[in-house]
């Protein structure tokens, strides 16, 4: 998404369909900006959806592994904003987004990408929660409240350090600090366990990392409960 999409915007080419047929032609047409951004910001009508999920995995099925970007991501947006019916009606498609996403996870990426890469297959495999707030990964904090107090905390696993705070550390130098308590592989279950090993069986370390602090546990600087991060950003 770079200068090339302003100039798809103001392009007469506006219907999903030849969007679709440009983005087709190349795995790094401008065209997937533009599906994403609508996707983002507007959505698509039950038609628009339909035309869509149908289309991207014959697409992705023509795209080598590693060019599968676009279109596997594209998915995973309109799959974490689908309701179950939509979800029931496509199942079959879905199925083959994901079995399009194996060889595709571990091709060569950054830790961004990846983390886009993760939110994508969380969501095509069913599960909103994590297809939408691993995003908070790309970030370095999540923002969660203490159980105990209700106050509003910054969970940082970023350069400025791994702590809990409930001040505003991007505009101060010195705040009020916890450190975190990350998980250890032992202690991981379930979707934390997964997008663990998911993240360690390729070398995406840092991602992993992310994910040991997301699931591991934090102590409040208000009034010093200590909770399992997770458990918060499930609760919202």
Known sequence: MDGSLTCWLD???TTVEELLAEA???PRAAAWGVLYERACQEGFDEAGEALLIARLANIASEFLPADRDEVLVLAGKLAVDMDERSHRRHADTLAQLRHLATD???TPTDAQSFIYRLRAVMALEGDMLWGEELERLIHDEVEVECPQCETSLFIA???RGHFA???DYATKSDVAQT??????SVDLEGVGLRLYRMSTEVGQQSVAEAVT???GRATCTHCGNTFRVSDQVERY
């Open 11 to 13: 392009r007469a080419v």
């Open 104 to 106: 595709w996870l571990p």
């Open 213 to 215: 602090h997301v699931f």
């Open 165 to 167: 705070t409930h001040e």
């Open 157 to 159: 696993f970023g350069d």
């Open 24 to 26: 087709a032609a190349d």
């Open 179 to 184: 450190p975190l308590l990350p998980a250890t």
